[in-house]
Nanobody, 115 residues
Framework: VQLQASGGGLVHPGGSLTLSCAAS????????VAWFRQAPGRKRQGISC????????YYPDRRADQFTITRDNAKNTMYLQMNSLEPEDTAVYYC?????????WGQGTQVTVSS
């Protein structure tokens, strides 16, 4: 199983980014997939997940409507649309898929929000 995350970069406050996570060796639509992030000096935190029925869930401390998780089954790729980004959103963003007892992570993509 391999997850390739991409789409990070430098964005100004108030800006938007869409992260992608392309999978190989696993069919994402069969499992729950999620996005996490880890800011410098902080623990990795969950942002959002989507299950095999394509029902999304968002962690309760996230700003309403800031993140949208989606999945393209034909491309075997998951996405995280991020809006209204602020400096506190600066972090490395990771995608994750849980297959039975195993958890697989992408390599992370850096998002920096700065003016």
């Amino acid at each position: 199983v391999q997850l390739q995350a991409s789409g990070g970069g430098l964005v100004h406050p108030g800006g938007s980014l869409t992260l992608s996570c392309a999978a190989s060796g696993v069919t994402l639509s069969h499992y729950a997939v999620a996005w996490f992030r880890q800011a410098p000096g902080r623990k990795r935190q969950g942002i959002s997940c989507i299950n095999s029925a394509a029902v999304p869930r968002y962690y309760p401390d996230r700003r309403a409507d800031q993140f949208t998780i989606t999945r393209d089954n034909a491309k075997n790729t998951m996405y995280l649309q991020m809006n209204s980004l602020e400096p506190e959103d600066t972090a490395v963003y990771y995608c994750n898929v849980r297959v039975a007892w195993d958890s697989y992570w992408g390599q992370g993509t850096q998002v920096t929000v700065s003016s």
